[in-house]
């Protein structure tokens, strides 16, 4: 079966750096995705990777490793903004998303 | 309008209703989704459609159908709603299926069945 994996919530301090990781099976990748989504609203884009590596977008950065079926988002900076939900996806063999349950992050002052 | 419009906001039905619920997009992208998000569960995927007249079986398609008749428009139809179907529904599109073409969601239904 297709399998994402994400921390159920994770909680760190304004002005902090805060790593949230995915980890990943499934059939066939053509890309992993990372969305925000705040609380009774829809996901937004963050970051998209399909190659190894760190691809950096201001205070935000998404790292992937295919070859462990794993990747990370990095916030850095934080703001009491960036509480929200953090989700993971992968575009399968059949080109369609695979969601992970996300990850909620509480930034404390 | 600008992006993806979703209708109703939200609704109650009563068990056994038929429901429509809407969906428009003006940004003339070639693929629409139609996902719903449970608490504790990721989004999944109930039906797509990579481009106008085509459709698609996502991972929950049971109870639910749509039409794609043409770009725009991408209605999801409950023929006989049921409890299990309360849900947050979002519909989204994006250019394409493949490359760095993200999905662009709707504001979401909210959708109870008693």
């Known amino acids: 079966g297709q399998n994402i994996d994400q921390p159920t919530e994770m909680t760190a301090t304004e002005g902090a750096i805060v790593q949230i990781n995915c980890t990943y099976q499934?059939?066939?990748?053509?890309?992993l995705f990372w969305y925000q989504q705040h609380a009774g609203e829809a996901p937004t884009f963050l970051s998209y990777?399909?190659l190894d590596g760190l691809e950096e977008k201001g205070r935000f950065s998404s790292f992937l490793s295919r070859s462990k079926g794993y990747s990370y988002l990095l916030l850095k900076e934080l703001q009491m903004k960036d509480s929200a939900s953090y989700l993971c996806?992968?575009?399968?063999?059949?080109?369609?998303?695979?969601w992970g349950a996300g990850t909620k992050l509480i930034i404390k002052p | 309008i600008a992006g993806i419009t979703q209708a109703p906001t939200s609704q109650i039905l009563a068990a056994g209703r038929r429901m429509t619920l809407r969906c428009t997009q003006d940004?003339?992208?070639?693929?629409m989704y139609w996902y719903r998000q449970d608490l504790g569960l990721g989004l999944r995927l109930i039906h797509y459609?990579?481009?106008?007249?085509?459709?698609g079986k996502g991972e929950v398609p049971d109870g639910y159908s749509v039409s794609r008749a043409n770009t725009d428009d991408f209605p999801l139809t409950l023929a006989s709603a049921v409890p299990s179907q309360t849900s947050v529904y979002f519909c989204?599109?994006?250019?394409?299926?493949?490359?760095?073409?993200?999905?662009?969601f709707g504001p979401g239904t909210r959708l109870t069945v008693l």
């Open positions: 989204a599109s994006s250019d394409s299926v493949a490359g760095v073409n993200e999905q662009f």
């Open positions: 940004m003339r992208h070639n693929a």
């Open positions: 459609s990579n481009t106008a007249g085509t459709t």
């Open positions: 499934t059939s066939g990748f053509n890309g």
């Open positions: 990777n399909v």
């Open positions: 996806a992968v575009r399968d063999s059949n080109y369609q998303l695979i």
